[in-house]
């Protein structure tokens, strides 16, 4: 089975430019999860999606950062304008849809952002 | 608040050397509690989930538990291959909704 893929990989770009990433999921999952994870840290959550509707963006800095998820398969997050406390691992997860128990979320390898 | 905490933020073994770390948390209404490994570069591997205290998990070296406030991952005779970051998550309902909250991550170093 095809796990979570990311791309690109790597992105170096200068403040106030913008970037985007693209994930696509495990077939079948239904939720979508962008995180971030500064170096040394946790990942913490910017977004989740429903099929192609937001669930939570709270921790979201909605003046600079976007994501989307049309027809609920791919989605892209994107920052404009960059700031250099943006430089991080972008990580994508995905997760099969809710039973019982909560979902085993599965990641995907990362963009890696250096802003310059 | 709810907060997870991992300790140590380090930890050198010599290759066989038995011991484990720490995943510790204040959150209501925890959902599941959520291992997972971390190499350099690489997005975190999932390797248990633990949803009651009592609940244990076992996988080759590895054997986690579940008390009502923290989790622990014994990690028995390990190999250098073992070597990573180990992140503990913890989902529970925030603000109304379903979050995974992770800690900061215990870095293993295990030395042939």
């Known amino acids: 089975e095809a796990g979570v893929a990311q791309s690109p990989r790597y992105k170096i770009i200068e403040k106030r430019q913008s970037v985007a990433f693209w994930c696509n999921p495990i077939?079948?999952?239904?939720?979508l999860y962008w995180y971030q994870q500064i170096l040394g840290q946790g990942p913490k959550l910017l977004i989740q999606?429903?099929?192609?509707?937001?669930?939570?963006d709270s921790q979201l800095p909605k003046d600079r950062f976007s994501a989307e998820r049309l027809k609920g398969v791919d989605s892209t997050l994107k920052i404009q304008p960059a700031k250099l406390e943006d430089s991080a691992v972008y990580l994508c997860a995905s997760s099969p849809p809710w039973g019982t128990q909560s979902p085993t979320q599965y990641f995907g390898p990362g963009t890696r952002l250096l802003v310059l | 608040e709810d907060q997870v905490t991992q300790s140590p933020e380090a930890l050198r073994l010599q290759e066989g050397e038995s011991s484990s770390l720490n995943c510790s948390y204040t959150?209501?209404?925890?959902?599941?509690l959520f291992w997972y490994r971390q190499d350099p570069g690489k997005g975190p591997e999932f390797l248990f989930t633990l949803y009651s205290a009592g609940e244990e998990k076992e996988k080759e070296r590895l054997k986690a538990t579940l008390t009502k406030k923290e989790s622990f991952l014994h990690i028995t005779a390990p190999k250098p291959e073992d070597s990573a970051t180990y992140l503990c998550?913890?989902?529970?309902?925030?603000?109304?909704?379903?979050?995974?909250?992770f800690g900061q991550g215990t870095r293993l170093t295990i030395n042939p």
């Open positions: 998550a913890v989902q529970a309902r925030i603000q109304g909704a379903q979050k995974l909250v």
């Open positions: 999606f429903q099929n192609n509707g937001v669930v939570d």
């Open positions: 959150v209501s209404g925890l959902r599941g």
């Open positions: 077939s079948g999952h239904a939720t």
